[in-house]
Protein backbone atom coordinates (compact mmCIF):
# COMPACT_ATOMS: atom_id res chain seq x y z
CA UNK A 1 0.00 0.00 0.00
CA UNK A 2 2.87 2.35 0.95
CA UNK A 3 4.54 1.56 -2.01
CA UNK A 4 1.22 2.38 -4.12
CA UNK A 5 1.08 5.50 -2.89
CA UNK A 6 4.48 6.57 -3.48
CA UNK A 7 4.37 5.80 -6.56
CA UNK A 8 0.81 7.92 -6.87
CA UNK A 9 2.25 10.89 -5.23
CA UNK A 10 5.84 10.67 -7.36
CA UNK A 11 3.86 10.75 -10.26
CA UNK A 12 1.16 13.54 -9.26
CA UNK A 13 4.48 15.86 -8.36
CA UNK A 14 6.14 14.61 -11.73
CA UNK A 15 3.32 16.17 -14.17
CA UNK A 16 3.22 19.20 -11.54
CA UNK A 17 6.45 19.66 -11.61
CA UNK A 18 7.27 19.61 -15.34
CA UNK A 19 3.76 21.74 -16.41
CA UNK A 20 4.73 24.39 -13.50
CA UNK A 21 8.50 24.59 -15.25
CA UNK A 22 6.88 24.77 -18.81
CA UNK A 23 4.54 27.79 -18.10
CA UNK A 24 6.22 29.73 -15.89
CA UNK A 25 7.11 32.54 -18.20
CA UNK A 26 6.84 35.34 -19.42
CA UNK A 27 5.26 34.22 -22.90
CA UNK A 28 2.58 35.77 -25.26
CA UNK A 29 -0.70 34.07 -23.13
CA UNK A 30 0.52 34.90 -19.43
CA UNK A 31 1.27 38.89 -20.85
CA UNK A 32 -2.36 39.01 -21.73
CA UNK A 33 -4.13 37.60 -18.85
CA UNK A 34 -1.65 39.80 -16.57
CA UNK A 35 -3.05 42.59 -18.42
CA UNK A 36 -6.48 41.50 -18.20
CA UNK A 37 -5.83 41.43 -14.07
CA UNK A 38 -4.76 44.23 -14.03
CA UNK A 39 -7.46 46.36 -15.91
CA UNK A 40 -9.85 43.32 -13.54
CA UNK A 41 -11.51 42.46 -17.09
CA UNK A 42 -13.19 38.83 -16.94
CA UNK A 43 -9.70 37.18 -14.70
CA UNK A 44 -12.17 34.46 -13.55
CA UNK A 45 -12.97 33.84 -16.87
CA UNK A 46 -9.15 34.12 -18.43
CA UNK A 47 -8.09 31.76 -15.51
CA UNK A 48 -10.36 29.37 -16.18
CA UNK A 49 -10.09 29.29 -19.63
CA UNK A 50 -6.42 28.84 -19.54
CA UNK A 51 -6.50 26.17 -16.75
CA UNK A 52 -9.14 24.04 -18.65
CA UNK A 53 -6.95 24.45 -22.00
CA UNK A 54 -3.84 23.08 -20.47
CA UNK A 55 -5.74 19.93 -19.42
CA UNK A 56 -7.62 19.30 -22.43
CA UNK A 57 -3.97 20.41 -24.23
CA UNK A 58 -2.41 17.67 -22.18
CA UNK A 59 -4.40 15.29 -22.24
CA UNK A 60 -4.65 14.99 -25.87
CA UNK A 61 -1.00 14.71 -25.68
CA UNK A 62 -1.06 11.68 -22.83
CA UNK A 63 -4.05 10.30 -25.27
CA UNK A 64 -2.23 10.22 -28.53
CA UNK A 65 -1.84 13.54 -30.00
CA UNK A 66 1.46 13.90 -29.37
CA UNK A 67 2.54 10.88 -31.66
CA UNK A 68 0.02 12.28 -34.46
CA UNK A 69 1.65 15.85 -34.62
CA UNK A 70 5.45 14.65 -34.15
CA UNK A 71 4.18 12.29 -37.72
CA UNK A 72 2.37 15.50 -39.10
CA UNK A 73 4.91 18.01 -40.36
CA UNK A 74 2.85 19.64 -43.01
CA UNK A 75 -0.03 20.42 -40.06
CA UNK A 76 2.90 22.06 -37.61
CA UNK A 77 3.99 23.62 -40.84
CA UNK A 78 0.42 26.06 -41.10
CA UNK A 79 0.04 25.92 -37.13
CA UNK A 80 3.45 28.20 -37.16
CA UNK A 81 3.02 30.49 -40.01
CA UNK A 82 -0.32 31.23 -38.25
CA UNK A 83 0.79 31.69 -34.75
CA UNK A 84 3.83 34.03 -36.35
CA UNK A 85 1.12 36.08 -38.39
CA UNK A 86 -0.83 36.60 -34.99
CA UNK A 87 2.33 37.06 -33.16
CA UNK A 88 3.74 39.47 -35.18
CA UNK A 89 0.06 41.39 -35.46
CA UNK A 90 -0.32 41.86 -32.03
CA UNK A 91 3.09 43.19 -31.31
CA UNK A 92 2.98 45.74 -33.50
CA UNK A 93 -0.78 47.12 -32.29
CA UNK A 94 0.73 46.83 -28.73
CA UNK A 95 3.82 48.86 -29.66
CA UNK A 96 1.23 51.20 -31.27
CA UNK A 97 -0.58 51.47 -28.46
CA UNK A 98 2.92 52.47 -26.21
CA UNK A 99 4.18 54.56 -28.90
CA UNK A 100 1.08 56.80 -30.18
CA UNK A 101 -1.50 56.14 -27.03
CA UNK A 102 -2.45 59.93 -25.31
CA UNK A 103 -1.89 59.50 -21.93
CA UNK A 104 -5.50 59.86 -20.90
CA UNK A 105 -6.24 56.88 -23.52
CA UNK A 106 -3.87 54.77 -22.08
CA UNK A 107 -5.42 54.94 -18.18
CA UNK A 108 -9.05 54.45 -19.97
CA UNK A 109 -7.46 51.78 -22.00
CA UNK A 110 -6.75 50.19 -19.35
CA UNK A 111 -10.11 50.43 -17.03
CA UNK A 112 -12.17 49.75 -19.98
CA UNK A 113 -14.03 46.60 -19.99
CA UNK A 114 -13.84 44.41 -22.91
CA UNK A 115 -17.01 42.05 -23.97
CA UNK A 116 -16.39 38.62 -22.63
CA UNK A 117 -16.60 37.25 -26.22
CA UNK A 118 -13.61 39.30 -27.12
CA UNK A 119 -11.29 38.68 -24.68
CA UNK A 120 -11.63 34.86 -24.18
CA UNK A 121 -11.45 35.44 -28.13
CA UNK A 122 -8.15 37.24 -28.13
CA UNK A 123 -7.11 34.67 -25.32
CA UNK A 124 -7.87 31.95 -27.39
CA UNK A 125 -6.31 32.73 -30.20
CA UNK A 126 -2.86 33.50 -28.10
CA UNK A 127 -3.03 30.17 -27.00
CA UNK A 128 -4.36 28.17 -29.75
CA UNK A 129 -2.11 29.81 -32.72
CA UNK A 130 1.00 29.43 -30.90
CA UNK A 131 3.25 26.22 -31.94
CA UNK A 132 4.94 26.32 -28.99
CA UNK A 133 2.15 25.95 -26.71
CA UNK A 134 1.66 22.21 -28.71
CA UNK A 135 5.51 21.70 -28.57
CA UNK A 136 5.41 22.33 -24.95
CA UNK A 137 2.03 21.46 -23.62
CA UNK A 138 1.23 18.33 -26.06
CA UNK A 139 3.95 16.95 -27.34
CA UNK A 140 6.78 17.54 -24.24
CA UNK A 141 4.42 17.20 -21.51
CA UNK A 142 1.69 14.89 -23.11
CA UNK A 143 4.33 12.48 -24.36
CA UNK A 144 6.09 12.12 -20.90
CA UNK A 145 2.57 11.42 -19.27
CA UNK A 146 1.70 8.78 -21.99
CA UNK A 147 5.10 7.07 -20.51
CA UNK A 148 3.44 6.68 -17.10
CA UNK A 149 1.66 2.75 -16.84
CA UNK A 150 -2.26 2.47 -16.96
CA UNK A 151 -4.36 4.78 -14.46
CA UNK A 152 -0.61 6.76 -13.29
CA UNK A 153 -1.38 8.63 -16.85
CA UNK A 154 -4.34 10.64 -15.69
CA UNK A 155 -2.46 11.20 -12.35
CA UNK A 156 0.28 12.60 -14.22
CA UNK A 157 -2.67 14.93 -15.67
CA UNK A 158 -4.04 15.73 -12.85
CA UNK A 159 -0.61 16.99 -11.32
CA UNK A 160 -0.01 19.01 -14.65
CA UNK A 161 -3.66 20.36 -13.98
CA UNK A 162 -2.67 21.57 -10.19
CA UNK A 163 0.05 22.89 -11.44
CA UNK A 164 -1.52 25.29 -14.47
CA UNK A 165 -3.94 26.08 -11.61
CA UNK A 166 -1.47 27.60 -9.44
CA UNK A 167 0.37 29.66 -12.16
CA UNK A 168 -2.63 31.54 -12.83
CA UNK A 169 -3.41 31.72 -9.74
CA UNK A 170 -0.37 33.22 -8.65
CA UNK A 171 -0.79 35.57 -11.52
CA UNK A 172 -3.89 36.51 -10.69
CA UNK A 173 -2.76 37.64 -7.60
CA UNK A 174 0.07 39.15 -8.75
CA UNK A 175 -1.98 41.43 -11.57
CA UNK A 176 -3.76 42.54 -8.36
CA UNK A 177 -1.13 43.73 -6.49
CA UNK A 178 -0.04 45.46 -9.32
CA UNK A 179 -3.25 47.71 -10.23
CA UNK A 180 -1.96 50.59 -7.82
CA UNK A 181 0.98 50.91 -10.88
CA UNK A 182 -1.09 50.38 -13.60
CA UNK A 183 -2.86 54.05 -12.41
CA UNK A 184 -0.23 55.85 -14.38
CA UNK A 185 -0.03 55.87 -17.99
CA UNK A 186 4.01 55.43 -17.95
CA UNK A 187 2.91 51.53 -16.28
CA UNK A 188 0.86 51.13 -19.39
CA UNK A 189 3.50 52.36 -22.04
CA UNK A 190 6.02 50.15 -20.23
CA UNK A 191 3.53 47.05 -20.02
CA UNK A 192 2.79 47.99 -23.78
CA UNK A 193 6.22 47.86 -24.99
CA UNK A 194 7.70 44.78 -23.48
CA UNK A 195 4.24 43.18 -25.29
CA UNK A 196 5.15 43.88 -28.04
CA UNK A 197 8.67 43.16 -28.17
CA UNK A 198 8.03 39.52 -26.80
CA UNK A 199 5.18 38.93 -29.25
CA UNK A 200 8.13 39.83 -32.22
CA UNK A 201 10.51 37.85 -30.56
CA UNK A 202 8.22 34.47 -30.56
CA UNK A 203 7.06 35.20 -33.83
CA UNK A 204 10.67 35.80 -34.78
CA UNK A 205 11.67 32.46 -33.25
CA UNK A 206 8.37 30.33 -34.54
CA UNK A 207 9.80 31.66 -38.21
CA UNK A 208 13.16 30.61 -37.27
CA UNK A 209 12.26 26.90 -36.69
CA UNK A 210 10.57 27.08 -39.49
CA UNK A 211 13.39 27.43 -41.82
CA UNK A 212 15.76 25.19 -39.73
CA UNK A 213 13.12 22.80 -40.46
Known amino acids: MWTSALTLSSTWLAGFTVCFTLIATLG ?32 LGVAGMAKLLSHAPELTWYMAVGGASFLVAY ?80 LALAGKRLQGVFAHPRAWRLLDAVTGGIMLLLAWWIWRDMIAG
Open 91 to 170: GLFAWRRALYGGDAALVTAGRSEHSLLRVLGTLAALTLLNPHVYLDTVILIGSIGARQEGGLKWIFVTGAASASLVWFLL
Open 28 to 59: AQNLYVLRQVVKGSHVRACVLWCVVSDILLIG
